[in-house]
């Protein structure tokens, strides 16, 4: 038996990168996922893929920095599927630049992309996980959550928040049954900080973790055990340097 059958997986950012592929390998253990980003046309072609792969879909466009996008998601799983069991929040963009370069437009833009997302999405998914005793919260945040590094402090800021968002989440919702967790990468080859501070050269060429790689440690945070969650994966390429 497929380990999510039955399960209902919302995933925000699911149109490309780390969102796609966590919503492909949901798919294949049985999901039905509510897939939502802003490119109508990839949903639509993951939605159909999602089928094909064992798993069912619906999707909702919008901009997950909007509540109306949070709350029609959340609306579209309870009208599709009757409850919600998974909230992958993946949603996010990065900046990457020295403080002194950084406006405060980039600033907000970050943290309502990265932060604000989170907390819409985990606002209203929640009341429907507490009424089922039951859920799980997983927020792509990023080994930037984790250890300050030059030339990114801003879009550390926002991962770090991540981060204590979802230890203060966790205890205050493992009362009620539901496990909250984050898991965070190094560098992806995705699109992610392309023009802002990557290249489509530089991470062709680097050795920096598959999205694939990313969405086996959320299948795998998916799939514990009732009694067992899974606090923080922290994930690097083997390629990084030993010094």
């Not at 067992?228 to 922290?234: F, G, K």
């Amino acid at each position: 038996m497929a380990k999510l059958q039955g399960k209902v997986a919302v995933i925000t950012g699911a149109s490309a990168g780390i969102g796609r592929a966590a919503a492909r390998a949901l798919a294949r253990e049985g999901a039905r996922l509510v897939l939502t980003a802003r490119r109508k046309d990839r949903l639509e072609e993951l939605a159909a893929e999602a089928k094909t792969l064992g798993g069912e879909a619906v999707f909702v466009v919008g901009d997950a920095r909007e509540e109306k996008t949070a709350k029609e998601s959340v609306e579209a799983a309870l009208k599709a599927f009757g409850r919600i069991d998974i909230l992958i929040a993946n949603a996010g963009m990065g900046i990457y630049k020295n403080l002194v370069d950084t406006s405060a437009e980039e600033y907000d833009e970050m943290m309502d992309s990265n932060v604000r997302s989170t907390w819409l999405f985990s606002r209203h998914v929640v009341p429907v996980m507490i009424k089922q005793k039951s859920g799980m919260i997983l927020m792509v945040s990023s080994m930037a959550g984790v250890y300050g590094f030059p030339g990114e402090a801003t879009y550390c800021a926002t991962k770090f928040a991540q981060v204590g968002f979802a230890q203060g989440l966790d205890k205050e919702l493992r009362p009620h049954g539901i496990k909250v967790g984050t898991i965070n990468p190094g560098g992806v080859k995705t699109e992610f900080a392309l023009g802002t501070g990557r290249t489509e050269e530089g991470v062709a060429q680097s050795d920096m973790l598959e999205s694939e790689d990313v969405a086996e440690a959320i299948l795998f945070a998916c799939t514990q055990p009732k009694m067992s969650r899974i606090i923080q994966i922290q994930m690097r390429t083997m390629a990084e340097s030993l010094t």
